[in-house]
């Protein structure tokens, strides 16, 4: 009973997106669907305030090829002279609206997968010649290598040695619509690798990806502070830095608690971060704040206290500048 009740609510929710066809007729949408590239295509979601996604890369550029239009009771969507790079999810739902809050209406959404099949762009295009992939031991990675036609044969391939990396449809496995999926990233998958795709003529290879392997806890920050001298003379400069050393995608916020700062005590403070190997293949980011005050003062002396924060929450750590 169970399975039909998903069944029926899938199926219930697929009904509010549909294809426009030629003289007015609309298809209900399967989970995939594919077009020659070249083709326009139009799309009717059900619903007086509708929301879509669709490949991030149309916003990017704000192509004029995309068209939106939310009319009395449905939303359009129109993608004129489609292209090998528009394959992706298109997807849409209804807005509940109370005042200035809205959220999904989760019974009410429709999604699609578009393959716009190019025989000269097997894969999908990307903007750059060369990714990184990190390859984390607690989560799946993903080398993004998608093609524009579902029934293309793809490897994995390895740059040196050159091989072909084997994949056993469990722990790596092919998906048309992500790429090459490692279930268990570990460090012996790091290096340099690329995708070969054939489809009825030569075989065409991908951009290359970069597998870097990240062996860092998750956790908030693991934060240090170091001080240039821990007493200064009146006149001095004084360098204060705050370090975190983490996993190289998250991104890491500083905030920083000094003496005179409620008196507007003017001080400069600069961060950045940058990647470091820390082993063969092992990567790691280095984030760091640096707060500078430039001409010690009596008001100066006290703590200074860096808070690092990231997703997973935030760490304070804390100094003493004294007067010498």
């Known amino acids: ?123 999908v295009p990307t903007p750059s010649y060369f990714e990184i992939v990190y390859l984390n031991p607690d989560k799946p990675a993903v080398i993004p290598c998608r093609v524009t036609t579902p029934s293309a044969k793809v490897t994995l391939h390895r740059e040196f040695p050159a091989e072909e990396i084997e994949t056993d449809g469990t722990d790596i496995f092919y998906d048309a619509k992500k790429g090459f999926v490692f279930q268990h990233p570990s460090s012996d998958h790091k290096g340099i690798v690329y995708c070969k795709a054939e489809s009825q003529g ?45 996993e190289p995608d998250v991104d890491v916020s500083f905030r920083w608690q000094y003496p005179g700062q409620e008196s507007g005590r003017p001080v400069i403070i600069q961060n950045f971060w940058r990647l470091i190997n820390r082993g063969i293949g092992h990567t790691t980011r280095i984030s760091k704040s640096v707060l500078l005050v430039e001409d010690f003062e009596d008001t100066d002396v006290g703590n200074f206290v860096c808070i690092a924060q990231n997703l997973q929450g935030e760490t304070t750590v804390a100094t003493k500048v004294e007067l010498k």
């Not at 359009?76 to 739902?93: F, H, P, R, V």
């Open 1 to 123: 009973m169970k399975e039909r009740e998903s069944v029926d609510s899938s199926l219930k929710s697929q009904t509010i997106l549909t294809q426009v066809m030629d003289k007015g007729h609309f298809q209900k949408l399967a989970a995939t669907l594919s077009l020659a590239a070249g083709q326009s295509i139009e799309l009717r979601c059900k619903g007086s305030n509708v929301t879509w996604s669709y490949p991030s890369y149309l916003d990017t550029f704000k192509d004029s090829r995309l068209s939106i239009k939310q009319l009395d009771r449905h939303s359009q969507l129109i993608l004129a002279n489609s292209t090998a790079a528009d394959t992706g999810e298109y997807s849409c739902w209804l807005q509940l609206c109370n005042g200035n809050k809205c959220r999904k209406d989760e019974t009410k959404t429709g999604s699609t997968y578009i393959f716009f099949t190019d025989k000269e762009e097997l894969f």
């Open 202 to 246: 030569a075989p065409q290879i991908s951009i290359k990806y970069h597998l870097l392997y990240v062996e860092v806890p998750k956790g908030p920050p693991s934060a240090t502070i170091t001080v240039s001298s821990a007493r200064a003379g009146l006149g001095d400069g004084v360098r204060v830095v705050c370090t975190v050393l983490g």
